[in-house]
């Protein structure tokens, strides 16, 4: 078998009928996007004889995986590479600087409690060290940001995530707050030490990550949001520069830049961070992306 069989007449005319071709109906760009997408699929099953059994195993992978598809996107590297777009189009643009962005994930919450500066995002009893962040959201001119909102998510000290416990031992929005900052763009929050991520197992990650011989852990990290009138949003997080995985993230999350070493003293680290904004170029780069996130009441 050889890839060049995928450009016989009979396969061209298969992806043809598959992308709907035929058809004025539907949608064009959705249409030549599957041809393609079908078509690279073939190439690859073509190029590398994947057989009958390896191709029905794969769909048997995705169907039992399907709850972890969220998971699946940081450990394959789509979601950093859409981050990788993302950059290479703001260079083009010359939309450069600021604080990196750098990927979601698949934990977060809408509608955590909106609190004020100075709050601690810990609701629950965890035996691990106290974490106080501060720091500053500023302009590109070194301007305070007025009135953001800063989102903040992370893990507990078992690595786990509230709404997304396997234990089910936390309360709702645990290490979850969104905060309003006020005028001098100044943040203050306390909270309770994470440790790293990692992917359940014996599900499909940890299936695919063993299978490539890799792992499937995360350096201990804290998540942000920021939105403020004016302002770009900003998709980011600080990943500990002090973890063992803090150079080998299995979700590709960990950027030059935020990588802060936690300042540890006794039961407690503070990390100081400040964030750059970008200026707003138009309303829609204000808010996040239409991405579905868990919502709950
Ligand atoms: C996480 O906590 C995370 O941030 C990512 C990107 C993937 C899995 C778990
Ligand atoms: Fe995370």
Same mark, same amino acid.
């Given at each position: 078998?050889?890839?060049?069989? *995928?450009?016989?007449?009979?396969? +061209? ?5 598959? #992308?709907? /071709?035929?058809? !004025? ?8 996007? $599957? ?8 190439? *690859?099953?073509?190029?590398?004889? %994947?057989?009958?059994?390896?191709? @029905? ?27 990788? %777009? ?28 909106? $609190? ?14 106290? /974490?106080?962040?501060?720091?500053? %959201? ?14 903040? @998510? !992370?893990?507990?000290?078992?690595? &786990? ?71 770009? +949003? ?23 830049? /935020?990588?802060? $070493? ?6 407690? #680290?503070?990390?100081?961070?400040? &964030? ?17 996130? /868990?919502? $709950?009441?």
């Amino acid at each position: 078998m050889n890839e060049s069989f *995928v450009k016989s007449p009979d396969v +061209q005319l298969l992806l043809d009928r598959v #992308a709907g /071709l035929e058809s !004025h109906d539907g949608n064009a760009r959705l249409k030549r996007i $599957v041809r393609d997408l079908m078509e690279s699929i073939m190439i *690859v099953i073509a190029r590398h004889d %994947v057989s009958e059994d390896e191709v @029905w195993n794969a769909v048997s992978f995705l169907q039992n995986g399907v709850g972890e598809f969220g998971l699946l996107m940081p450990g394959i590297g789509l979601e950093h590479f859409l981050d990788l %777009v993302m950059d290479a189009k703001d260079a083009e643009a010359g939309r450069g600087g600021g604080t990196p962005r750098t990927i979601e994930g698949p934990l977060y919450v809408e509608n955590a409690p909106l $609190v004020s500066n100075d709050a601690n995002l810990t609701s629950d009893p965890d035996d691990t060290d106290t /974490l106080y962040m501060t720091g500053r %959201v500023r302009g590109p001119d070194g301007e305070p940001v007025e009135n953001a909102i800063l989102h903040v @998510w !992370h893990a507990n000290s078992k690595g &786990f995530y509230s709404h997304f416990d396997p234990t089910g031992e936390q309360t709702p929005f645990n290490n979850r707050r969104r905060i309003k900052l006020g005028a001098d763009g100044r943040y203050a929050f306390q909270s309770k030490m994470p440790n790293g991520y990692s992917v359940p197992p014996g599900g499909a990650s940890d299936q695919l990550m063993k299978a490539l011989g890799r792992h499937g852990n995360r350096p201990a990290h804290v998540h942000f949001f920021i939105e403020a009138p004016g302002y770009r +949003q900003l998709t980011t997080q600080i990943n500990f520069g002090d973890d063992p995985f803090a150079k080998d993230d299995f979700a590709f999350g960990t950027r030059e830049g /935020l990588l802060p $070493v936690p300042n540890r003293q006794g039961d407690s #680290a503070h990390i100081a961070f400040d &964030f750059e904004l970008q200026r707003s170029r138009s309303e829609s780069d204000q808010v996040f992306s239409s991405r579905e996130r /868990l919502s $709950v009441a």
